[in-house]
């Protein structure tokens, strides 16, 4: 179930363009299971900031479980 969306104020617009471009179900999987160090486990991710870094698209934010920081590449 989908409960949040990423905010996208937070998304620069070249990430926003990066991100529109992923299908909906993947972009689900990729909030819900980003690696938290402190949990040790796939959390779902607060974004932050989104931006285009050495072309990745650069997902940085907080773990939804801990508030510990997150990032996920893709
Ligand atoms: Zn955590």
């Known amino acids: 179930m989908i ?3 990423p905010d996208r104020s937070r998304f620069t617009p070249e ?6 471009e992923i299908d ?3 972009q689900v999987k ?3 299971h980003v690696w938290c160090v402190s949990c040790r486990k796939g959390v779902y991710i607060n974004i932050e900031s989104a931006r ?3 072309n990745d698209l650069n997902l ?4 939804a479980v801990c ?3 997150v990032v996920r590449l893709l």
């Open 60 to 63: 940085t934010g907080t773990c």
């Open 52 to 54: 285009i870094e050495s």
């Open 15 to 20: 990430a926003l363009k990066r991100w529109d």
């Open 67 to 69: 508030g510990g920081p």
């Open 24 to 26: 909906p179900l993947i």
């Open 3 to 5: 409960k949040q969306i």
């Open 30 to 32: 990729i909030l819900y």
